[in-house]
């Protein structure tokens, strides 16, 4: 066993600090390490900053903008980028929709949509959930029903994240109802700017403005943009979940802010002694370091095997349960390292140009809002109940 | 042996209740947040009517109550309803200066909802640390002059005193040496910079920037602050706990209730035996966490090491609990308790919160450890 990188990926490596520390503006890093979201334009901006290097789609195929990297690389990168305080893509348009259009969309959707994702021509969102339909997605009704050369569709959508700012989404919809519930559902892909299509806004409850729903009454969706077969859509939508799920270890990013944490933590006085040497608080941050370094093998454990010509399959839903629990607990230690200064809710302290005067630590306004808002990471992406279904389903043959 | 409230307490609970039920909105409290003083003062004035804030003092301080289970009713309906009112305030400072003596004519105006006072206690560097206190105060002819800095003061905006703890002699960290001052908020030299907060209710920065005070300012005994403040916290504590209860009660049916009627796979969530487990684990750390309320309300009135034993006792375990209950009530809920429609995560946000006043989980173990090594 050599737990070591190569020196090959170690110069890598080398090289993809290079690139963060030359091309990140330090606020935008900020932003990201108190999890604060990018304006629309920072995003793109930012995306064409990593399209010009060549970076913005790795994992895609080297003759539509990948970069040919071996599963190790892609891992290093993603690592770094976290450790970076990087924004990453957004994940639906480059990280799900595309893998599904590479492997069942036709040459002329390829053709189409994966260079207007790379220029930025393109805001993609995620059309599955429904009201009735989360965990349970199979029970989705919102219907498309062909007419002519094109489908009408009526339903609704729910939770999309950034919807706000898309203008194209992929969506799961009924187009028949006889037989399994999964074999009438069809892949497609909605212009948002068509009449018909209603965005409204979903507070969450660090109140801010992520999620919405999305009506559609009467739209108009050329049959083109139909991906692959009528009626098989389930088939590709699984296939984009695991794409969903292997990038939810977040080791990069629990680093991160790990090491924010103790620096935070460092600062805060508990009985005339830093809180970092405080036993009962040394020790709960020591077990969150202990299951980093624990996750940060097991996740490259899962590399190697994929590296090594295995499908990542139900051990991505490990990564994703205790990445997510890790995530979270790392950002319930720093809302308890600011003691009452986790109380005061001043959401405008994180806004770019607030020149008012801060309550209690440097950053402190951004810590409780992270920590309501990463609740999330246990709920989406096939909640870690439903992971753990597929785990007793798929590994344990329960 | 009687697990149960007196009738008295019960009819004070169901007036509460009722009260509570028809007069606020669990949702007003993140509104109300949003200006001061925080709260609506009219319903400030009608509990003041019912007899609710006497309830909260003892028959020598002008109340009619004042014992812990008092203190645990009256706290537990307002958990229940999230009401957002300056009740812990008023407890806090009410029972300070019941401790100092000689204030009868600001208690009395406490327990009529005539007048609101702010306890000003809490530092900046202080994390928990009760005497932590570098604010100073100084003597001048007659006069004392207060300068320094209080954190994340509750209802400080809306009141017409702060009830300040400043030292008059002494080191940083001394249990001696701290006094108490009464400071009207309009004093020259006072900076009350107020804000929301992430439950609902608001609080401020103060400032004290050479605040010049008579000589009756001063509560109680120069340089003996620290046993009232002790009091107070003891019965904030307790309130605090016992507030978490109401939370948890409601939190915890709201979720029941959701695993019931939100269907998924063709059935209710709450047919899966994995949420029903969880579930299960939630009621039995919520009833331990009432026996550990009951525990701290009996000894409220009790000798000092068991009583602030009892007390960290209660608060550590409504720390780990209230954080747990309002977790897995999120969690349970899927999306929907992510949202700032749904009233209970207005609930399992003031649950998380209550971990950040007068002493965290962590703070009360080591506290609790501490006091029976003392024992
Ligand atoms: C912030 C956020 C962003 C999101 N972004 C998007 C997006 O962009 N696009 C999109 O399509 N969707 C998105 N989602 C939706 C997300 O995928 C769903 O919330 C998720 O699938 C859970 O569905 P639900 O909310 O309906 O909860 P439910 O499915 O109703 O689940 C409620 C609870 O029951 C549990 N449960 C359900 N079934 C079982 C079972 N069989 N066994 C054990 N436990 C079970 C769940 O784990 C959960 O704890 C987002 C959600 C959130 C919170």
Redesign the interface.
């Known amino acids: 066993m050599d737990l070591s990188f190569t020196p090959d990926e170690e110069a890598f490596r080398h090289e993809v600090r290079a690139f963060y520390a030359g091309s990140l503006p330090p606020s935008l890093a900020d932003r990201i390490r108190l999890g604060h979201g990018l304006t629309k334009d920072e995003q793109e901006a930012w995306q064409a900053t990593l399209a010009r290097r060549g970076w913005l789609v790795p994992h895609w195929p080297v003759e539509w903008g990948g970069t040919g990297w071996s599963a190790v690389e892609r891992y290093i990168f993603d690592l770094e980028s976290s450790l970076a305080n990087a924004p990453r893509p957004i994940a639906f348009g480059f990280n799900m929709l595309a893998p599904v259009l590479l492997k069942y969309g036709s040459e002329e959707q390829k053709r189409h949509w994966l260079p207007r994702m790379l220029d930025g021509s393109d805001w993609w969102c995620q059309g599955y959930s429904e009201p009735g339909a989360g965990s349970d997605l199979a029970a989705l009704k919102t219907r498309a029903v062909r007419d002519g050369d094109d489908y009408v569709v009526n339903g609704q959508k729910t939770w999309t994240t950034l919807g706000q700012h898309a203008n194209m989404i992929f969506a799961l919809v009924r187009t028949n109802d006889t037989g399994r519930r999964q074999e009438g559902i069809s892949f497609l892909l909605i212009d948002m700017t068509s009449p018909g299509v209603e965005v409204r806004p979903i507070i969450t409850l660090d109140g801010d403005h992520e999620v919405n729903e999305i009506f559609f009454t009467d739209v108009r969706v050329p049959v083109g943009n139909l991906v692959g077969e009528q009626d098989r859509g389930w088939t590709y939508a699984k296939y984009l979940l695991t794409y969903e799920r292997t990038s939810m270890a977040a080791v990069g990013s629990s680093t991160a802010a790990l090491a924010w944490l103790k620096s935070l933590a460092a600062k805060q006085q508990r009985g005339g002694k830093p809180l970092l040497d405080d036993p009962l608080f040394a020790a709960r941050v020591a077990r969150a370091e202990i299951e980093l370094a624990n996750l940060s093998t097991t996740a490259l454990r899962v590399v190697a095997a994929v590296a090594g010509g295995g499908a990542p399959g139900a051990e991505s839903s490990m990564l994703k349960v205790k990445g997510t629990e890790l995530r979270q607990e790392i950002s319930a230690l720093a809302r308890r390292a600011l003691g009452p200064f986790a109380q005061p809710f001043l959401p405008e302290a994180l806004e770019d140009g607030f020149n008012g005067e801060p309550v209690g630590p440097p950053d402190a306004a951004a810590v409780t809002p992270q920590y309501l808002n990463l609740r999330k990471l246990s709920i989406f992406g096939g909640s870690n109940e439903i992971q753990k279904n597929i785990i007793s389903k798929m590994i344990l043959q329960l | 042996m009687d697990f149960n409230h007196t009738d008295d307490r019960r009819m004070l609970a169901d007036t509460l209740g009722r009260f509570i039920a028809g007069q606020t909105d669990p949702m007003a409290r993140a509104e109300a947040?949003k200006t001061a003083p925080g709260y609506d003062p009219a319903v400030w004035t009608r509990f003041a009517e019912l007899g609710v804030i006497g309830a909260l003092f003892g028959p020598d301080d002008g109340g009619f109550g004042g014992g812990g289970f008092d203190i645990m009713v009256v706290f537990e309906a307002l958990g229940a309803g999230l009401v957002q009112a300056p009740f812990l305030s008023t407890l806090l400072a009410g029972r300070a200066l019941a401790a100092a003596g000689g204030r009868a004519d600001e208690i009395e105006a406490l327990i009529a909802g005539t007048m609101v006072i702010a306890f000003a206690h809490?530092e900046?560097?202080?994390?928990?640390?009760l005497d932590?206190v570098a604010t100073r105060a100084e003597r001048n002819g007659n006069d004392w002059v207060l300068t320094g800095s209080k954190?994340?003061i509750a209802d400080a905006e809306g009141a017409t005193l702060l009830l300040v703890s400043a030292r008059t002699s002494g080191e940083?960290?001394d249990r001696d040496g701290v006094s108490l001052f009464l400071v009207p908020v309009q004093a020259s030299g006072l900076d009350v910079?107020g804000?929301?907060?992430?439950?609902g209710g608001r609080?401020a920065?103060v400032r004290l920037d050479g605040v010049t005070l008579p000589a009756t300012a001063l509560v109680g005994t120069e340089g003996d602050g620290t046993g009232s403040i002790a009091d107070a916290v003891a019965a904030g504590l307790l309130a605090l706990c016992a507030e978490a209860l109401g939370a948890m009660a409601v939190v915890r049916d709201a979720t029941l209730d959701y695993l019931r009627t939100r269907?998924?796979?063709?059935e209710a969530?709450g047919r899966?035996q994995?949420?029903q487990h969880r579930m299960a684990a939630l009621l039995i750390e919520i009833e331990q966490a009432r026996s550990a309320v009951i525990n701290a309300a009996a000894a409220l009135d009790g000798p000092g090491n068991a009583r602030e034993r009892m007390l960290s006792a209660a608060k550590y375990t409504i720390g780990r609990t209230g954080?747990l209950v309002a977790?897995e009530a999120?969690?349970l809920h899927?999306?929907i308790?992510?949202?700032?429609?749904?009233p209970m995560?207005?609930f399992?946000?003031r649950l998380?919160?209550i971990?950040?006043?007068l002493g965290?989980e962590?703070?009360h173990?080591?506290r609790y450890a501490a006091l029976s090594r003392a024992a």
């Not at chain 2, 308790?337 to 749904?342: A, D, H, I, S, V």
């Open positions: 947040a809490q900046g560097g202080a994390g928990y640390d932590h954190s994340v940083v960290g910079r804000y929301p907060c992430v439950d609080a920065e269907m998924q796979f063709g969530i899966n994995a949420l954080t977790e999120i969690q899927g999306g308790g992510m949202t700032w429609e749904l995560t207005h399992a946000k998380m919160m971990d950040h006043q965290d962590d703070h173990l080591a």
